[in-house]
Structures are given as structure tokens and as C-alpha cells.
């Protein structure tokens, strides 16, 4: 049997109760490493989401420069407000064949999680037949 520091034998309960505490200390332990880990991986995350949005809005004024440098361009053989009006339609065109793919996307979705639902069902079914 175990000794304590003082030369006495120590009970079961005390050796349960001191691998109990142990067993709680490592995983508070644990837990607090994966909240310092977690922390540090959503700071980088964060940075990394930011440097995307302002990429993001970078390249939509980009994009708002190229369309009027295309409104310039047809400017050459046509007048400049024909130019803005075809830059326009286009972009109209565009966003209206985007909204109907994505629309028919959505569609597609089935929101309920049909699968875990019949595992579930299945699995009640399957505890409610062994009683």
C-alpha cells in the first residue's frame, strides 16, 4: 500500500480521491492550453479575415475604375454617355445572370438535416424495442 509523507498507509478512498484531483488538474490543464491555443489561432484569423475585406474593397474600387475606363474606351466610336450606358446594361445583364444562378442554388438547399434525423428516429425506435 501506499505511504503518505509521514510513514502512514494511505486508504483506497484517499488514493481515489488524489487520482480524482490529479485526473481534474490535468484536464483543467488541458483545457485552459486549448483556450490559449484557440485564442491565438482567432487573433491570426481575425487579421487574416481583415486583410480580405480590405482586399476585397480594394478590388471592388478597382473594378468600378476598370468599367469606367470601359465607358472611356467605347467613348473613341461612340459618344461618352452611349459608353456609360453599355457599361451599364452589361453590368445590369451580369448581376441579373449571377442573382438567377445563385437563386436556383439556394433552391437546391434543403435546410433540415433529413439524414440525422432519421438516425435519431431510428435510434429511439431502436431503445424503445430492446426495453
Given at each position: 500500500m501506499a505511504t503518505s509523507g509521514n510513514g502512514t498507509e494511505r486508504t483506497l478512498g484517499q488514493l481515489v480521491a488524489d487520482a480524482t484531483q490529479d485526473?481534474?488538474?490535468?484536464?483543467?490543464?488541458?483545457?485552459?492550453?486549448?483556450?490559449?491555443?484557440?485564442?491565438?489561432e482567432a487573433k491570426i484569423a481575425g487579421k487574416g479575415a481583415g486583410m480580405l475585406a480590405g482586399a476585397a474593397f480594394v478590388g471592388l474600387l478597382g473594378l468600378i475604375f476598370l468599367f469606367h475606363t470601359l465607358a472611356n474606351v467605347l467613348d473613341v466610336w461612340l459618344p461618352l454617355?452611349?459608353?456609360?450606358?453599355?457599361?451599364?446594361?452589361?453590368?445590369?445583364?451580369?448581376?441579373?445572370?449571377?442573382g438567377l444562378v445563385g437563386k436556383n442554388s439556394m433552391s437546391k438547399v434543403k435546410p433540415k438535416p433529413e439524414r440525422t434525423?432519421?438516425?435519431?428516429?431510428?435510434?429511439?425506435?431502436?431503445?424503445?424495442?430492446?426495453?
Amino acid at each position: 500500500m501506499a505511504t503518505s509523507g509521514n510513514g502512514t498507509e494511505r486508504t483506497l478512498g484517499q488514493l481515489v480521491a488524489d487520482a480524482t484531483q490529479d485526473i481534474s488538474t490535468i484536464v483543467r490543464s488541458e483545457i485552459a492550453l486549448a483556450k490559449a491555443e484557440v485564442t491565438a489561432e482567432a487573433k491570426i484569423a481575425g487579421k487574416g479575415a481583415g486583410m480580405l475585406a480590405g482586399a476585397a474593397f480594394v478590388g471592388l474600387l478597382g473594378l468600378i475604375f476598370l468599367f469606367h475606363t470601359l465607358a472611356n474606351v467605347l467613348d473613341v466610336w461612340l459618344p461618352l454617355w452611349a459608353g456609360y450606358l453599355i457599361t451599364t446594361v452589361v453590368l445590369f445583364l451580369l448581376a441579373a445572370i449571377l442573382g438567377l444562378v445563385g437563386k436556383n442554388s439556394m433552391s437546391k438547399v434543403k435546410p433540415k438535416p433529413e439524414r440525422t434525423i432519421r438516425n435519431a428516429q431510428e435510434t429511439i425506435e431502436a431503445i424503445k424495442s430492446a426495453d
